[in-house]
Each structure stands twice: as C-alpha cells, then as structure tokens.
C-alpha cells in the first residue's frame, strides 16, 4: 500500500484554500438539519469539520492522543472514558469521573495543541445517576454531544438530560451480533424509530465501519439517517461483511468520496471523527493520510464548482 508523508500530507494541506466549505456550497437540503453542532472555523479543515476518535490512539494515553491527532492534521478529538491519562501511569484512567484537577489537565493540553474537544464516548447511560455525570462532564469539558448505545426504554429519560443540559445524544452502532437478537443499533432504520418525533438534539453517531460489518452499504445507510446524524465514526474497510479490515481511505469498499459527497447533500454539519483500528502502534501516517483524502476531496469539489 502506498503512503503519503507526514511532509507530503501538510505540503498538500498547505496548498488548500481553507476556506472552501462543504456545508454552504450546498443548496439542496438546507433546511433538513434544525440542530447542527456549533464548531467553529478554526477547528475545521477546509471548512469540513474532521478530527480523530481518540480510541484510534489506545495503545496510548490521553495526552498522547491528543499530541498525535495535532500531528496527523486534526483539529477535534472525541474523547473515549477508560484511556489511560498519562504515558508514565497505567493506573490513572479519564473519564467522566476524573477529578477536576485532571480535567483542567486534559483541556491545557487540548489548548495547547489547538484541538476541541468535541465528543465523549462510546459511554454507557443505562445508570440513571452516571448519565447524569457523563452530561456534567460534557458541560465542564464544552464536549457536545455524547456518543452512546441505550436502548429503547432509556430514550425518555436520556431525552431529559438532552434538554436540561443542552448536549446532544449521538447513537453509536457496532456491527450486527448474530447471537445477540436485542442488539438492534447497528441498523440505521431501528436507530430512526429511536430518535422519530424527539428532540433534534437527539440523533445518530453514524459508524459506517461497522456499518460495512454489518453488510450495510455505508451511503444507504446515511440516506436512511438523513437529518438525524449528529457525528460519525469515518472508517474504510477492505470488505462487506464482518471480517472487514480498517484500511486507508480510498484503499477499501467503503465509496468515502461518496460518502462525501452523500454528507454534502444532505447538508450535514456535524463531526466527522476518524476512527483507525490498524497498525495500532505506528499509524500517525495512515490518519494523516485519511485526512489528506478529504482535502483532496475538498479540492475536487472546488474544481467542480
């Protein structure tokens, strides 16, 4: 597989017009989303709001992570609890219990590498009293949206918290599990039964990955979603079905220029988080390359118009 550089990555980069936007150089569909994510322009890369999901980063700490998304060319991270926060202490994991000691730690250091938080998950909020902490947290972070997997019976009560904290509630999907009938997030159109007729703050965290897993072709997948995806976790798999393989943007299945373009259609203004579950150990260069894919992509689009 061939690969860019870090030093062909941001020579590109650097040749872009930043101001390029996929959202306003839409006319179709503007209306559709009534509540989309407040980020603004200097988080954004080519006015395409694009950063990393933390988890990608795993085998490091909290800090680490963040070191290698500003490396890699993204400008927001969504935070995942459990990391561990430092690269000396294995014991000392953050989350939405950290002290508030370790919280002012972790936004000096997303300050200092000019990343946004921007969203906190995959979490569990089946406990009434944690959920409330998990969205506590999001406020004290400025996070805004928490990514999640609740079921049906918990909606009412998440849909609360939704409204008195003003953080947006993202359903996350893995892939389908055969063995496991009550499992019913991976397919986008039971999510939409979810989320019908609530708040709008109230949506999905399109993984479209796992989407691929589950033999949903990622597009048809966004189509059924439209107006209701709040973020998504961008993945490239090397196949439809559930031995799919993460791969660089553009090497798999997954059409991510035309998941581009379906996003741009439908007008979508949300966070695009990368999310790379290969070469754990050295993949700041594949991520940079992903990146790269979008600004190309952006580029194409600008010549088009």
Same mark, same amino acid.
């Given at each position: 597989?061939?690969?860019?550089?870090?030093?062909?990555?941001?020579? *590109?980069?650097?040749?872009?017009?930043?101001?390029?936007?996929?959202?306003?150089?839409?006319?179709? !569909?503007?209306?559709?989303?009534?509540?989309?994510?407040?980020?603004?322009?200097?988080?954004? /890369?080519?006015?395409?709001?694009?950063?990393? =999901?933390? +988890?990608?980063?795993?085998?490091?700490?909290?800090?680490?992570?963040?070191?290698?998304?500003?490396?890699?060319?993204?400008?927001? *991270?969504?935070?995942?609890?459990?990391?561990?926060?430092?690269?000396?202490?294995?014991?000392?994991?953050? !989350?939405?219990?950290?002290?508030?000691?370790?919280?002012?730690?972790v936004k000096a250091k997303l300050d200092e590498h000019g990343i946004m938080a921007i969203n906190y998950g995959?979490? $569990?909020?089946?406990? %009434?009293?944690? $959920?409330?902490?998990?969205?506590?947290?999001?406020?004290? @972070?400025?996070? =805004? #949206?928490?990514?999640?997997?609740?079921?049906?019976?918990? @909606?009412?009560?998440?849909?609360?918290?939704?409204? %008195? +904290?003003?953080?947006?509630? #993202?359903?996350?999907?893995?892939? #389908?599990?055969?063995?496991?009938?009550?499992?019913?997030?991976?397919?986008?159109?039971?999510?939409? $039964?979810?989320?019908?007729?609530?708040?709008?703050?109230?949506?999905?965290?399109?993984?479209?990955?796992?989407? #691929?897993?589950?033999?949903?072709?990622?597009?048809? &997948?966004?189509? *059924?979603?439209? &107006?209701? /995806?709040? $973020?998504?976790?961008?993945?490239?798999?090397?196949?439809? !079905?559930?031995?799919?393989?993460?791969?660089?943007? &553009? +090497?798999?299945?997954?059409?991510?220029?035309?998941?581009?373009? %379906?996003?741009?259609?439908?007008?979508? &203004?949300?966070?695009?988080?990368?999310? +790379? %579950?290969?070469?754990?150990?050295?993949?700041?260069?594949?991520?940079?390359?992903?990146?790269?894919?979008?600004?190309?992509?952006? =580029?194409?689009?600008?010549?088009?118009?």
């Amino acid at each position: 597989m061939k690969k860019t550089t870090p030093f062909t990555f941001y020579t *590109i980069a650097s040749a872009m017009i930043f101001s390029l936007s996929m959202i306003s150089c839409s006319t179709q !569909n503007t209306d559709v989303y009534v509540n989309q994510m407040n980020i603004p322009d200097e988080y954004k /890369i080519g006015g395409v709001a694009v950063g990393l =999901q933390a +988890y990608t980063f795993n085998r490091f700490s909290v800090m680490e992570a963040i070191e290698k998304t500003a490396k890699a060319g993204g400008k927001l *991270i969504e935070l995942y609890p459990g990391q561990r926060l430092n690269a000396d202490d294995d014991e000392l994991i953050f !989350n939405h219990l950290s002290s508030d000691e370790d919280i002012e730690k972790v936004k000096a250091k997303l300050d200092e590498h000019g990343i946004m938080a921007i969203n906190y998950g995959v979490v $569990s909020l089946s406990d %009434e009293e944690d $959920s409330r902490k998990v969205f506590e947290f999001a406020n004290t @972070m400025g996070i =805004q #949206a928490v990514t999640s997997e609740p079921s049906m019976e918990d @909606m009412d009560r998440l849909e609360e918290l939704v409204k %008195e +904290y003003d953080v947006m509630l #993202a359903i996350h999907n893995h892939p #389908a599990r055969p063995d496991d009938p009550d499992y019913r997030v991976w397919d986008p159109e039971y999510v939409l $039964s979810m989320v019908e007729g609530r708040d709008p703050r109230l949506g999905a965290c399109a993984d479209i990955g796992h989407w #691929a897993r589950s033999e949903i072709v990622p597009i048809e &997948g966004l189509k *059924i979603l439209e &107006g209701r /995806i709040i $973020s998504m976790h961008m993945a490239d798999v090397d196949q439809l !079905n559930r031995d799919g393989e993460d791969v660089v943007n &553009g +090497y798999g299945i997954g059409n991510i220029g035309g998941v581009l373009d %379906e996003l741009r259609r439908q007008n979508f &203004g949300g966070h695009i988080s990368l999310e +790379y %579950e290969a070469n754990w150990d050295d993949n700041v260069t594949d991520v940079a390359q992903n990146i790269g894919f979008i600004h190309g992509w952006i =580029q194409n689009r600008d010549h088009d118009n």
